[in-house]
């Protein structure tokens, strides 16, 4: 999930299923979800869900494990639309926006990091993690630093880890 300028966390379920998942708000001072409705138009597993304050646009990402999408979403819907197959990422597992609009993803198939052309859905590889990842993942940038930060679950360490990403580079460091 992500936070929008109003400060709103929106927020898309894993339905267990491919191309089920639903789109809710969380009241963040609760913890209270409330359920927007299914997003629709989708077909595989939802993975990620991203604000980009420079267009005031929200981006949504799926994968099968083999192929990964890019799609906008709706969020006062739920419908999806398709950008495009992200290439050269099989499993996309989580992405981030940067205040400027740029926009990185995780493929856990590949363990590397990703550049993202938001209007194709063009993927370029900036280079390995440094870790096998593995599960859910999540990421977003710190707006006040520009620092890329990945939450993961490390294969090898058996642990989830707090990460931040060389955006040059694509290699994580566990803090």
Do not use: H
């Not at 710190?142 to 679950?153: F, I």
């Not at 294969?155 to 931040?164: K, L, P, Q």
Request: hydrophobic letters at 40%.
């Amino acid at each position: 999930g992500d936070f929008n300028d109003a400060g709103i966390y929106y927020a898309c379920t894993y339905g267990g299923a491919l191309g089920a998942s639903t789109l809710i708000t969380v009241d963040v001072t609760t913890g209270t979800p409330t359920t927007i409705g299914a997003i629709t138009g989708i077909t595989q597993y939802a993975t990620a869900l991203d604000f980009n304050t420079a267009n005031d646009t929200w981006y949504f990402g799926e994968t099968d494990g083999v192929t990964s999408k890019l799609y906008t979403i709706d969020v006062n819907t739920g419908a999806a639309t398709l950008v495009g197959t992200l290439t050269g990422v099989a499993g996309l597992i989580g992405m981030a926006i940067d205040c400027d609009g740029n926009a990185y993803g995780v493929d856990i198939g590949s363990d590397q990091l990703f550049s993202i052309n938001l209007s194709t859905a063009a993927a370029t590889a900036i280079g390995p993690l440094g870790f096998d990842a593995s599960y859910a993942q999540d990421a977003d940038f710190d707006a006040s630093t520009g620092t890329m930060y990945l939450a993961a679950y490390n294969v090898t360490s058996g642990a989830g880890e707090f990460r931040s990403a060389n955006l040059t580079t694509g290699a994580t460091t566990l803090i």
